[in-house]
């Protein structure tokens, strides 16, 4: 019992969970399709499933695989870090922008999902596998945020910390989704406000940042 609770504790989880949820919250081609999926009233669970299947494994062959890389050389794994710093700092601003002049993306997903003949369409289970499997794995940011960025980070933490790091994105990731999906089964076209989702990144902003600094000092 309590060896399956410290990794909960442990401050690389924690930093693991936050940088998965900060990468993961803004508004993009997964979420969009996760979203639609639940205003349509469509496999929403499956495509949920599916989602927390294919990030664990993204996250895992990040942190593992770049683990390896990390083990190189100091000046490798400093290099990596600090590529990973830079982009969460970029991101960060992105999200920043999109919180002082919200961009009309989470009104185009409900008005593309609420078009005519959106409902009348129905797709089968294999259909909706194939669909959450092409947004999750055949999406470059997927690759760049869920493998690279995160496998980057979780060099900072060395080994085992990195693991529990990487378990943490694991968690962060799986808990998004289930919210998301709950949420818009439950809520449904209200998630479509635009007020939601500019709050929602200047959340982002903050976490992305508060992370690359974390992974700045950790360069020292």
């Given at each position: ?5 410290l ?9 693991g969970?936050?940088l998965?949820?900060s ?21 929403v ?8 299947v ?16 990390g083990?190189l050389?100091?000046k490798l ?5 600090g ?8 991101y960060?601003w992105?999200?920043?922008r ?9 009104a185009l997903v409900?008005a ?20 959450a ?6 999406n ?9 960025l995160i ?9 085992p910390g990195?693991?529990?790091f990487g378990?943490g994105a ?7 989704f289930?919210l998301l ?6 809520l449904?076209r209200r ?13 982002v902003a903050?976490m992305?940042?508060g992370?690359?600094a974390?992974?700045l000092?950790?360069?020292?």
């Amino acid at each position: 019992m309590t060896t399956l609770a410290l990794p909960l504790f442990h401050p690389a989880f924690t930093a693991g969970m936050v940088l998965s949820l900060s990468l993961i919250m803004a508004i993009g081609p997964q979420n969009a399709h996760v979203l639609r999926m639940g205003l349509q009233r469509q496999h929403v669970w499956l495509t949920v499933g599916i989602c927390i299947v294919a990030d664990v494994l993204l996250i895992a062959l990040g942190v593992l695989g770049l683990a390896q890389l990390g083990g190189l050389s100091d000046k490798l794994q400093g290099a990596l870090v600090g590529a990973g710093v830079l982009f969460l700092a970029v991101y960060g601003w992105e999200a920043a922008r999109r919180c002082w002049a919200p961009h009309p993306t989470a009104a185009l997903v409900v008005a593309g999902s609420e078009g005519p003949g959106a409902a009348s369409q129905p797709i089968g289970r294999r259909q909706a596998v194939m669909s959450a499997l092409a947004f999750s794995w055949l999406n470059p940011h997927a690759w760049l945020d869920t493998a690279v960025l995160i496998g980057t980070a979780s060099l900072a933490y060395g080994a085992p910390g990195n693991t529990v790091f990487g378990l943490g994105a694991a968690v962060g990731s799986t808990v998004w989704f289930l919210l998301l999906g709950a949420a818009v089964f439950w809520l449904g076209r209200r998630l479509g406000s635009a007020t939601l989702w500019r709050w929602l990144d200047g959340v982002v902003a903050l976490m992305m940042w508060g992370t690359a600094a974390v992974l700045l000092v950790s360069l020292f």
